[in-house]
Structures are given as C-alpha cells and as structure tokens.
C-alpha cells in the first residue's frame, strides 16, 4: 500500500510502542495529532539500563567516545573526570553555525518526530528525562529555529540537529504558539527548567539522520500525491487535446506488466470511460507526453515501494554513534549516522518528480498552440470575436512553466556523488543526504506550480471545447467520466473561466497551495 489516509489515524500515536510510517511523522509534524511516549515499566526499564550502564562504564573510568574523549579526529584526546559533564553544552555550541532559511515550522516538528523515533529504541543513551521533555515540547507546539543549511549527512545532521539540543538546555531561539522566543523565556512560560545534558546526550541527539529522514517524509507524501493528480491532468490534457484514449488499454499494459505502470493507466481508462477499441481510428498515435505519461508517471509509482522502505527503515533505526546496548552492556562504534540510504532515495525521487514536471509543461505546450491543440483557440483563449485580437489567454503561464521546469531538471544533480572529505579527514566519505532532501524539496516546489499552471489550463481547455469553441468540436460525453467532469466543476468553483486577460498570480499561488495541502481525492 502506497499511501495511508489521515482518517485512518488514531487521535494520539505512541512513541516506543512500535515503528513509525511516514504518514504518523506528517500527521505529528501537522498537528493532527498528539503524542504519547510508552511508559510501560518494562520499556522504562530498557531505557534506563542505557544510562545505568553508561554511569557504570564512567565509575569504572571505561573509555567511551564522545564522553570520555573528545569528538570525530579529536577521539584521541581525553577528557579529565571533572569536564566530561560540560561536554555536551560544547558539542551544541561549537556546531550552532548553520545558516540559509529556517526549516518551516512543520519541518522542524518532523525533525523532532524522526530523533524521537530513534531516540525511543533505547540505544542511545539517553534518559527517560529527555525523551519526556521532547514529547512536552511536541505536544505544546515548541519547536527549535533550524537553519536549513550546514549538514554533509554525516556524521549525522549534527549542525541542524545542534538547534533541536540547544533548545533543551534553554539556548537560542525557538517558535512558542506562532512567535519567536529565546529558548529560556519559552522553558520559564511553561513553568519548566532547562535540562542538564547527561554525558551521551548531546551526541545522542545530534549524532543521526532525523533531518534529512524528515524532509524525505514530507517529500514522498508530496511525490505521491504528484502522481496521481499528473494522471488527472494527462486525462484531461488528452480529453481536450481529442487525443486517442486507447492508448491505455489494459491488454497493452498487460504486456509491459510493470505495476505501477498499469496503475496509472488503470486510472486514465477510468478518467476516459475506456472500453475495447475499435478496428479503425482516425487518430493512430499521439505525441509522447500523452501517449507515454503512464510510462513516465510510472517510473515513479513504481519507486514508491522501495523509496518508501528506505525512508521508514531509517525512520525506525538507531542511528547515532556510540550505540549503547545497556541490556547487553556493550558500546558499539560504527556508522550508522552515515544517511546514504536516504541520499539515495532522495535523489532518485527528485529524478522521477522533475520528469512529472517536464511531462507536464510539455503537455500544456500542445495545448496552447494552435498547430497541435486539434481546433482549440490561440493560448486557450476564452475570447471572443474582435477581443480575440488583444487576449492572450495562457501564454505567459506556459513561458513560466518552462522556466520552472528547466529549474527542476537543473537540480536533479545527484547529490550523493558529492561527498567532501570533512573534519580532518575523519569524515572523510559523507552522504549529502540533507542535501538530496532539500534539493528534492525544491524540485517538488518547482513542480508543483508546474501542476498549478497545468489545473488551470487543461480545465479551461476542456471548459472551451465543452462550450465549443474547438473547430474541431466539442468533447465526446461518453469520453469523460463523472468524475473528471467533477473536478473541472469543482476547479472553476475556485478559477473563473479565462474570456479576458488578467494578472494570474493569485490564481496560481492558491492552486499550489491546494496541490501541498492534497486538496482533492483523487483515484481513491
């Protein structure tokens, strides 16, 4: 299953109960719902046994990295008994320098979700203390200032995930009830009292992958969703095009059986009542980014799975450096900070979104232009007779959806190829992991005004062939469903019908928001 509906949801979703989905993090991340940690006494106990035995290794003057020594390259250097407590306020010090925008608010609450999730395994190290703090703050809507850039993805999102550690100590700058306050002011309104780092806490908390995991979250959701309303959009494309609607039969997708693939074209049959094709058609064969869409929408529902896999098994994994495992009293050094997975996923996901997008502003070039559009007006002009002169319908809105479409495919540079050797050369191989998230946030922001542009204009192309103004007539009734012909309805609820021309901003930035915010069911 690709996807979950917010319906499904309980009102409160459990932390150390069991793992995570995507859709719990966006509900969390949302505010559709609270949090609650589990305090059940055997739970308690597992996490308690990390932070016993830690106290333990430190009576015994036991060598552990990042508490006793000093952090990456400075691993050599011994930390005397009396300083190891001030460790951790140095570690978030040193690492507040990140810079660029502040992740938005809902972001900087997955981040919280992603480190609590892993946090609540009970392989960190950390107390019982924390983790209650972590979920007060969530469910009071506190949540840290996070600038978006300064993280190679490894060794973890240590820059931004600092922002998240200087809140609970009561330093910088966070976001109480829609205002900016200073951490301290925001611990005094709540009646609470800055937390006193433990030894591994500071190295717990930033140490891991829960921003780039975050940002990939919200990012699948939105590519999810990017698929089904592209197939919407290609029906209505072809309806208004009078394109041939046997190009998605189910017995040819039967002999390319790729899923996600006969998916989309599944979803096209429905859109255009497509039944058994005659023996002879006066329209063979139509331009690619019609006749293919289900191929290039594919590639991406079919990624979904394994995208999805790799997001929830980060989501849901320990993924900081040292591991405490106080049932089995060991410290394991590794690297399971190291985001490749995520890297990976997020630049193959901003791939196949930036093929939506130029899908897409091919599509509504045909519909613009008088040589391909099959007998629709100049720019899908509503105009009529002398005004058609000075009307230039959409235009500028496909000039401006090329220009957004040659951005996403600019960014879609992988950026896990670009590891630079950090920090003395101790980290030496580094995933870019955040990098890939937020790249891939911004090739799904291009591309969803390119899908604002294309609701607009394939509606008004289909509203002016039903109206008749094709030469070539108007569209068949038993070629549009009842459902298609709802979402046109319900798009010009919201979008008058383009006779005159007029600034289409306002227009656009309110589609966009209707696209984030998965304002239509489609194919449910």
Known sequence: MLDKKATDLPSVIGLGSGPLTIEDVLAIAYRRVQIRLNRDPEYLRHIRSGTDFLDRLLEEDGVIYGVTTGYGDSCAVDIPRDMVEDLPLHLLRFH???????????????????????????????SWELLERLE?????????????????????DLTPLSYVAALLVGERDAVYRDEVHSASDIHNRLGLTPLKLRPKEGLAIMNGTAVMTALACDAYARAEYLTR??????????????????????RLFELKPHPGQAQIASWLRRDMNVGEPPRNSDRLQDRYSIRCAPHVIGVLRDSLPWMRDYIETELN????????????????????????????????????????????????????????????????????????????????????????????????????VFSRSTEC????????????????????????????????????????????????????????????????????????????????????????????????????
């Open 96 to 126: 507040g320098c990140g810079l660029g925008r502040h992740l938005p608010h809902e972001m900087a609450r997955a981040v919280i979700v992603a480190r609590l999730a892993s946090l609540t395994l009970g392989y960190s190290g950390v």
């Open 136 to 156: 007060t703050f969530l469910n009071a809507d506190v949540v840290p200032l996070i600038p978006e850039e300064g993280s190679v993805g490894a060794s973890g």
């Open 229 to 250: 309303l592209c197939t919407r959009l290609t029906a209505l494309a072809c309806v208004a095009l009078q394109g041939n609607r046997y190009h998605f039969i189910k």
């Open 317 to 416: 994994s320990t993924n900081d450096n040292p591991i405490i495992d106080g049932g089995g009293e060991h410290v394991l050094h590794g690297g399971h900070f190291y985001g490749g997975h995520i890297a990976f996923a997020m630049d193959g996901l901003k791939t196949c979104v930036a093929n939506l997008a130029d899908l897409m502003d091919r599509q509504m070039a045909l519909l613009v232009d008088n040589k391909f559009n099959n007998g629709l007006p100049d720019n899908l002009s509503g105009a009529v007779a002398e005004r058609t002169a000075i009307n230039h319908g959409f235009k500028a809105v496909q000039i401006a959806a090329s220009a957004w479409a040659a951005e996403a495919l600019k960014q879609t540079m992988p950026a896990s």
């Open 425 to 524: 050369h101790n980290q030496d191989k580094v995933s870019m992991g955040t990098i890939a998230a937020r790249d891939c946030l911004r090739v799904l922001e291009l591309t969803e005004q390119i899908a604002a542009a294309h609701v607009l204009a394939t509606t008004q192309a289909v509203e002016l062939r039903r109206r008749g103004f094709a030469d070539q007539g108007r569209a068949a009734p038993n070629q549009i469903s009842a459902e298609l012909i709802q979402f046109v309805d319900t798009v010009f609820a919201e979008f008058p019908f383009l006779d005159e021309d007029r600034a289409l901003e306002p227009d656009l930035r309110r589609f966009v928001e209707n696209i984030r915010n998965r304002r239509w069911s489609l194919y449910e």
